[in-house]
């Protein structure tokens, strides 16, 4: 569009005005009397967001106005929007009584179960409250009658009709929206209403004819110059005052920098960092831990094995027989063994490893006697479920502590230390089992969205454990973190899979894990 101040009575000369054809289809429509954006993107049959750029540019250009107002609605909540599915708790109790008349409470969700009604204990307790209220429900000791199923259908019906409006996104009176949120089956949710009215020049462009559907022109090809194209096409201009976009800069992953952090506070501690392989013989992941050859753990559900099932190598037979002996009768620990014949073969198998003790199995084979700290801070690989507390590849922070005088205080006292200077708060420790230490110990923190998450197990290395790998007369306090569910603790998160996200977005807008230590 064009307006010149031409003409010999100073009067604006009009051009014809191109607009691209989504902008003229939504011009039509608000001059139609169409105003609601929503409703706009419901003709054009496409989402609000997919307009949005659109009617920035005809606002732009002076021909629309936009509105933008905000209004609460009403909405039901994940727990409304199932009971919509399978029924409210009172209308499945009600089912149950119209069967029987009358049962006992403890036995109503298997009394549900047996007509082919899923109730939940806890929705049991509310579907009875429920019926009470309204009066179609008494109680006998702990047997509940009922005494008239109209009041409890009428309940029932009124309740369900609420929340279905609701959900149709209609309006209900007051007091329907006060029982639904105080039984917390809907919400209040602020939504934006946007709006968007005829300018007046639209409107007089409108009148003269002057509104026409025509091309978009970015960039002048001589095709469109040729065939005249360019003659009923709208020329998008360039605003050169804008700021070019500037290229994010490079930053390591959250969770990386957090690793490297803990790595920082350990050495400063007087641990030294060991490395092992991801591969593993099962004879370091399992056999040199004490863990019997048929230990559930190391069956196909807890273990990844290598396909084909290939063996590994390993030619100090010494040491084989040492734990063979340990494994069977014992040998010199103390210990009366497992009892069973243990294989060597299947000693050398490799899977994934299921913890970083594998390290330290091969540490202390290493280095042998002595007075040394340690820790690895790598993967480990486990079958679990993906979900926001679990994940089949995660990391873990082992760690041992060697010497004459070690003492499972000084494995308490490093978890305290660690969780201080990484400012997490109260450990609550009790005792727990694990096939390699004795006495153990299980560390809980405390996460602000999660609970009480456990993340700091360990314990002292039995004599099974580290005799046979000539540490006679002396101690080993180890543990195994779980580093990950620090990590979402210190970095404010509460799903396990951000650790590993490779949304850029995300990586550049979460802050930097300031641990307190690093800040003194």
Same mark, same amino acid.
């Given at each position: 569009?064009?307006?010149?101040?031409?003409?010999?009575?100073?009067?604006?000369?009009?051009?014809?005005?191109?607009?691209?054809?989504?902008?003229?289809?939504?011009?039509?429509?608000?001059?139609?009397?169409?105003?609601?954006?929503?409703?706009?993107?419901?003709?054009?049959?496409?989402?609000?967001?997919?307009?949005?750029?659109?009617?920035?540019?005809?606002?732009?250009?002076?021909?629309?106005?936009?509105?933008?107002?905000?209004?609460?609605?009403?909405?039901?909540?994940?727990?409304?929007?199932?009971?919509?599915?399978?029924?409210?708790?009172?209308?499945?109790?009600?089912?149950?009584?119209?069967?029987?008349?009358?049962?006992?409470?403890?036995?109503?969700?298997?009394?549900?179960?047996?007509?082919?009604?899923?109730?939940?204990?806890?929705?049991?307790?509310?579907?009875?409250?429920?019926?009470?209220?309204?009066?179609?429900?008494?109680?006998?000791?702990?047997?509940?009658? %009922? =005494?008239?199923?109209?009041?409890? !259908?009428?309940?029932?019906?009124? $309740?369900?009709?609420? /929340?279905?409006?609701?959900? @149709?996104?209609?309006?209900?009176?007051?007091?329907?929206?006060?029982?639904?949120?105080?039984?917390?089956?809907?919400?209040?949710?602020?939504?934006?209403?946007?709006?968007?009215?005829?300018?007046?020049?639209?409107?007089?462009?409108?009148?003269?004819?002057?509104?026409?559907?025509?091309?978009?022109?970015?960039?002048?090809?001589?095709?469109?110059?040729?065939?005249?194209?360019?003659?009923?096409?709208?020329?998008?201009?360039?605003?050169?005052?804008?700021?070019?976009?500037?290229?994010?800069?490079?930053?390591?992953?959250?969770?990386?920098?957090?690793?490297?952090?803990?790595?920082?506070? %350990? =050495?400063?501690?007087?641990?030294? !960092?060991?490395?092992?392989?991801? $591969?593993?013989?099962? /004879?370091?992941?399992?056999? @040199?831990?004490?863990?019997?050859?048929?230990?559930?753990?190391?069956?196909?559900?807890?273990?990844?094995?290598?396909?084909?099932?290939?063996?590994?190598?390993?030619?100090?037979?010494?040491?084989?027989?040492?734990?063979?002996?340990?494994?069977?009768?014992?040998?010199?620990?103390?210990?009366?063994?497992?009892?069973?014949?243990?294989?060597?073969?299947?000693?050398?198998?490799?899977?994934?490893?299921?913890?970083?003790?594998?390290?330290?199995?091969?540490?202390?084979?290493?280095?042998?006697?002595?007075?040394?700290?340690?820790?690895?801070?790598?993967?480990?690989?486990?079958?679990?479920? %993906?979900?926001?507390?679990?994940?089949? !590849?995660?990391?873990?922070?082992?760690?041992?502590?060697?010497?004459?005088?070690?003492?499972?205080?000084?494995?308490?006292?490093?978890?305290?230390?660690?969780?201080?200077?990484?400012?997490?708060?109260?450990?609550?420790?009790?005792?727990?089992?694990?096939?390699?230490?004795?006495?153990?110990?299980?560390?809980?923190?405390?996460?602000?969205?999660?609970?009480?998450?456990?993340?700091?197990?360990?314990?002292?290395?039995?004599?099974?454990?580290?005799?046979?790998?000539?540490?006679?007369?002396?101690?080993?306090?180890?543990?195994?973190?779980?580093?990950?569910?620090?990590?979402?603790?210190?970095?404010?998160?509460?799903?396990?899979?951000?650790?590993?996200?490779?949304?850029?977005?995300?990586?550049?807008?979460?802050?930097?894990?300031?641990?307190?230590?690093?800040?003194?």
């Amino acid at each position: 569009m064009g307006m010149d101040g031409g003409g010999g009575n100073g009067a604006p000369i009009l051009e014809t005005v191109y607009l691209p054809p989504r902008q003229k289809r939504i011009v039509d429509l608000v001059l139609g009397g169409v105003h609601d954006v929503d409703a706009i993107a419901d003709s054009l049959g496409v989402k609000r967001e997919d307009l949005m750029r659109d009617i920035e540019e005809l606002r732009a250009r002076g021909l629309l106005v936009v509105e933008r107002r905000k209004h609460a609605v009403l909405s039901p909540t994940e727990e409304g929007r199932r009971y919509l599915e399978e029924g409210l708790p009172e209308e499945r109790v009600l089912k149950v009584l119209s069967e029987k008349n009358s049962v006992e409470r403890s036995r109503l969700p298997e009394e549900a179960a047996r007509i082919g009604v899923k109730i939940s204990p806890r929705e049991a307790g509310i579907g009875l409250a429920q019926l009470a209220r309204a009066g179609a429900v008494r109680f006998e000791g702990d047997k509940a009658v %009922l =005494v008239d199923s109209s009041a409890g !259908e009428e309940a029932v019906g009124k $309740v369900r009709e609420a /929340l279905s409006r609701i959900a @149709a996104g209609e309006t209900i009176g007051e007091d329907e929206a006060r029982v639904l949120r105080r039984r917390k089956l809907a919400a209040k949710r602020e939504y934006t209403r946007i709006e968007v009215r005829p300018t007046e020049l639209l409107g007089f462009l409108q009148e003269r004819g002057l509104l026409r559907e025509g091309k978009v022109i970015t960039i002048l090809t001589p095709e469109d110059i040729e065939s005249g194209a360019w003659r009923e096409a709208y020329f998008k201009p360039f605003d050169l005052s804008v700021e070019p976009p500037r290229a994010g800069y490079g930053r390591k992953h959250p969770y990386l920098e957090f690793l490297d952090w803990i790595r920082e506070i %350990l =050495v400063a501690m007087g641990f030294e !960092e060991m490395k092992g392989p991801h $591969v593993e013989l099962e /004879l370091w992941n399992f056999d @040199a831990l004490f863990q019997a050859q048929d230990h559930p753990a190391r069956e196909i559900h807890d273990t990844y094995f290598v396909k084909g099932r290939p063996k590994g190598r390993f030619d100090d037979h010494e040491y084989m027989e040492r734990v063979s002996r340990t494994h069977m009768d014992g040998w010199e620990t103390g210990s009366r063994g497992w009892g069973y014949r243990w294989d060597p073969e299947r000693a050398l198998r490799l899977v994934l490893r299921t913890q970083t003790t594998a390290v330290s199995m091969r540490t202390i084979y290493e280095r042998g006697p002595g007075e040394y700290m340690c820790f690895s801070l790598d993967r480990v690989f486990r079958p679990e479920n %993906l979900d926001a507390k679990h994940s089949m !590849e995660f990391y873990q922070l082992e760690g041992i502590i060697v010497g004459r005088r070690v003492t499972f205080r000084h494995l308490l006292g490093f978890f305290e230390e660690m969780a201080r200077r990484l400012g997490l708060g109260e450990v609550k420790v009790k005792p727990a089992y694990f096939p390699f230490t004795e006495p153990s110990v299980e560390g809980f923190i405390r996460h602000p969205h999660l609970g009480w998450i456990e993340v700091f197990p360990g314990g002292m290395f039995r004599p099974e454990v580290i005799e046979p790998l000539g540490l006679k007369g002396y101690n080993v306090a180890a543990w195994g973190i779980g580093v990950d569910r620090i990590a979402m603790t210190v970095l404010g998160i509460d799903d396990i899979r951000l650790l590993f996200t490779q949304d850029v977005e995300w990586i550049r807008r979460q802050p930097r894990p300031l641990i307190k230590e690093m800040l003194r």
